[in-house]
């Protein structure tokens, strides 16, 4: 009987990224990035509108309504704020009027509006640092979506927002942007993934974890080590300049949890999905599983080999 990574990989190149996936990889990111940027966007073209009504530089520290986006364009990201009195952020803007727009002369609205997408631009590129691993994560959730649809089992997500398990709707197209955990049952049994959980007996958060129960039972599950079946590690990053530092993340995070699972006797599955990944780390990704370490792994850019995978994970 074929190990379940047979299913979908034959070799140690299946697993390696082609440069068409890279590519269209990079493509995904940027659209992405744009989406992300459209708020600021707008807020940066109505924040020029407002400004636009000040006579002077200085007249702009009376604008309450815009005094958020003043404070933004002095520099002050939206964490740092919450450090800083009201005061602090009036002399904030003070510096901002006095050192760079009244020096700026007619031209002093643009200058606020160039100042206040800098600081947002810096946020939003801080934040796309992430973007590979919520991409991963959307991949996973509508793959694991399709193979219990397609299998006539029924599911429930958790929404990132909320605390409550949902049935899905006559539209699930934005399941997977939302939800931070599906849960199904097929043949009688119960099964709960969930995603960037904590367990406690390993003191990390995991990229995604299935619990041998039903949703209403994960807080009670995640403090028994055998009602871990699963775990995964999601590397969304498509980059191939960090796919080595990805994999030895990974790598780390799975040594962390064999070890603690083992000393409690319990031997849970682990699998590996990800965008970049080089021929030294599929060399490494294909040895482990040959060495029955890692149970199963897929390049989250094959889309057979992300289902295959996902076919895996509804019947275990």
């Known amino acids: ?42 807020e940066a073209r109505a924040l020029k509108a407002a400004a636009s009504l000040a006579p002077a530089p200085a007249s702009l520290a009376s604008m309450s309504h815009i005094r958020a986006a003043l404070i933004t364009a002095a520099g002050i990201s939206e964490k ?7 005061d602090d952020k009036t002399e904030a803007i ?16 643009e200058e606020l509006v160039y100042r206040f997408l800098l600081t947002r631009g810096d946020a939003l590129g801080g934040s796309m640092r992430n973007v590979g691993g919520e991409l991963a994560q959307r991949k996973l959730t ?3 979506i399709a193979a219990l649809t ?37 043949s009688g049994a119960h099964r709960t993934l969930l995603y960037n959980f904590r367990v406690p007996l ?14 209403s039972d994960a807080g009670v599950a995640a403090n028994t080590p055998e009602a871990y079946i699963a ?3 999601l590397k969304g990053g498509i980059d191939p300049a960090g796919a080595d530092e990805h994999w030895k993340t990974a790598r780390t995070a799975f040594v962390r949890i064999r070890s603690a699972f083992s000393a409690q006797g319990v031997y849970p599955l682990t699998f590996f999905l990800g965008a970049a990944i080089a021929t030294a780390m599929a060399n490494e990704i294909w040895s482990q599983l040959e060495g029955g ?22 019947t275990i």
């Open 293 to 314: 370490a890692l149970s199963n792994a897929a390049n989250l850019t094959n889309a057979n080999q992300l289902a295959s995978l996902c076919n895996w994970l509804i």
């Open 80 to 86: 740092a704020a919450r450090y800083l009195t009201e």
């Open 150 to 186: 397609l299998s006539n089992a029924g599911y429930s997500w958790l929404p990132k927002t909320g605390t409550t398990w949902l049935p899905p709707s006559a539209d699930d197209s934005d399941i997977e942007i939302h939800a931070k955990g599906l849960s199904w049952s097929k």
């Open 94 to 109: 003070r510096g901002l009027v006095e050192n760079f727009l009244e020096p700026a002369g007619r031209a002093f609205v």
């Open 1 to 42: 009987m074929p190990r379940p990574y047979q299913n979908h990989l034959s070799s140690i190149t299946d697993l390696v990224t082609p440069y068409e996936a890279t590519r269209a990889g990079f493509v995904a990111l940027a659209l992405e990035k744009n989406r992300r940027a459209t708020p600021t966007v707008e």
């Open 231 to 233: 775990f995964g590690e």
């Open 142 to 144: 509508r793959a694991v």
């Open 202 to 215: 390993v003191g990390k958060n995991i990229d995604s974890c299935l619990l041998n129960c039903p949703p």
